[in-house]
């Protein structure tokens, strides 16, 4: 059973840093295209970031220059770091696996999901 569990969110303040880890266990991942959305409260489910199969990276216009997606294929985990924080970016984040490894921005188009983990930027 494919399984992903996202670590490393918390609480920081505006221009601070965070990073996110996404562990992927049951399959190997190394082949597909890795996500991050994130969800605010009473907004719909957003693209971030992905990584796909390739190695290729696309990001949200929100989020460009500050964040950073990355993979280890060696301990089957995917990171997101987060600079210069702002609190707009304050969602539950989550991790995605696309195993068609094309990593598109539409979230449909990916299979598993990781239970998320929340991101608070205060002002």
């Known amino acids: 059973q494919a399984q992903l569990v996202e670590s490393g969110g918390g609480l920081v303040q505006a221009g601070e840093s965070l990073r996110l880890s996404c562990a992927a266990s049951?399959?190997?991942?190394?082949?597909?295209?890795m996500g991050w959305f994130r969800q605010a409260p009473g907004k719909e489910r957003e693209f971030v970031a992905t990584i796909r199969g390739g190695g290729s990276t696309d990001y949200a216009d929100s989020v460009q220059g500050r964040f950073t997606i990355s993979r280890d294929t060696a301990k089957n985990t995917v990171y997101l770091q987060m600079n210069s924080l702002k609190p707009e970016d304050t969602a539950v984040y989550y991790c995605?696996?696309?195993?068609?490894?094309?990593?598109?921005?539409?979230?449909?188009?990916?299979?598993?999901w990781g239970q998320g983990t929340q991101v608070t930027v205060s002002s």
């Open positions: 995605a696996a696309d195993v068609n490894g094309m990593g598109p921005r539409r979230r449909a188009s990916y299979e598993y």
């Open positions: 049951g399959r190997t991942f190394s082949r597909y295209a």
